[in-house]
């Protein structure tokens, strides 16, 4: 990929479907991609040493860098959107970070994606903030052992439940305040969500350049590929860049046709 400002990165949870999971980062390498990223890949917490192994030998066979990883975020298919902030879910947590160490310690992988969980009315909204930070705290302490930040990300309204963290500034909030000695979490910037939610993503870029360790690209309405919505997303690229932002760019959006027919966007944004 040919950008001057930043690496792409692609997402094969979004990213090549026309292909299986295990195929898909032999997939993007072919498409020009040196890093790839994905969502829990695993239907369960504790997928066992087989599925691991295969989707280790899956990365490694293509060459491919593993740069991202999500955290287990229960099923999203059934509109969960993470369990930090659900106590009863510590122990699926728990025993999924152990496997994420593992993939992290074989892949290099280096940034964990942690979704916060919807809003759920057997406990009130302090109650799940408060164990939610809890939550947090113990997935930085654990991915510190491979030297790895704890991604926190706000998501689209209308398409994540009752999920509490909409904007960038809440994330800041959470960074600058109960999670503040810790230095291994930052945020997330998925132009997608924020601009989804009726925010400036060239604006909001600056005010939350201090704290954004990764960013992700799609666009709005629809989710597609860069240009297939209305987004203001070079100009967003531009200030990400000025602002200091010097990290993968994840494309993470559902291709409006086949994905290789989608990246002539990534050539043009020098």
Known sequence: MRDTRFTY??????????????????????????????WWPFAAPDPGDAEVDALLAAVQGAGVTLAGLNFYAGDMGAGERGVASLPDRVDELAVSTRTLLRIAQATGCRFFNLLYGVRDERWTPDEQDAHAVRSIRQAAEAVAEVGGTVLLEPLAIGLNGSYPLTTPSQIVDLLEGPLAEIDNVGLLYDLFHIGSNGLDIVAEASPSANHIAHVQVADSPGRGEPGSGGLPIDDALRALAAAGYRGLVACEYKPTRRTEETLGWIEHQA
């Open 9 to 38: 990165s692609a997402n094969l949870s979004l990213l090549f479907t026309e292909h299986p999971l295990l195929d898909r980062p032999a997939a993007a390498a072919a498409a020009g991609f040196e890093h790839v990223e994905m």
